[in-house]
């Protein structure tokens, strides 16, 4: 705790001041703590802002995604509207940061079919037994993104 201590000295014709100043090593801690609280809950504004504004944009993609008419052995229906994910980065030691808007597979859940599947592989063998699909993974956003070459 800081305190200061001034003493005033008036005699006839001399003036004197004496001042104690202590906890000056306290008060400097003090506002080295308060500077790195003040820095930290900044950073927390910077990443809840960037949230909303990555928030807002998957609200506004969500409806203009396009959707299958109906799932498919393969692909389930909205499978890129579902997987619509966003991540924040703040950058090091600065108030700045990106939030970038992506598809992704992170909750790809794994689907055995089993099916006769009779294929001949790149090295000539032929492969049989069931197979593993990822219903939810939206790997084909690029080509409704972009565009294939049939159209």
Do not use: C
């Not at 308060?34 to 900044?42: C, I, T, V």
């Not at 799932?71 to 991540?87: A, D």
């Amino acid at each position: 705790m800081a305190y200061f201590i001034l003493f005033f000295i008036i005699g006839a014709n001399k003036m004197s001041v004496s001042v104690k100043i202590t906890g000056l090593k306290e008060l400097n801690n003090a506002f080295k703590h308060l500077d790195k609280e003040m820095k930290r809950e900044a950073r927390k504004g910077v990443r809840k802002a960037l949230n909303a504004g990555a928030k807002e944009i998957k609200k506004a993609l969500k409806p203009v995604v396009p959707i299958m008419a109906k799932g498919t052995n393969f692909r389930q229906k909205g499978v890129l509207k579902k997987t619509i994910r966003h991540k924040t980065d703040l950058d090091k030691g600065k108030l700045t940061g990106n939030t970038t808007v992506y598809f992704s597979d992170r909750n790809a859940s794994k689907t055995i079919k089993e099916r006769e599947r009779r294929r001949a592989g790149a090295d000539g063998k032929l492969h049989t037994g069931p197979i593993t699909i990822y219903q939810n993974d939206p790997f084909f956003w690029h080509m409704v993104d972009r565009g294939t070459a049939n159209g």
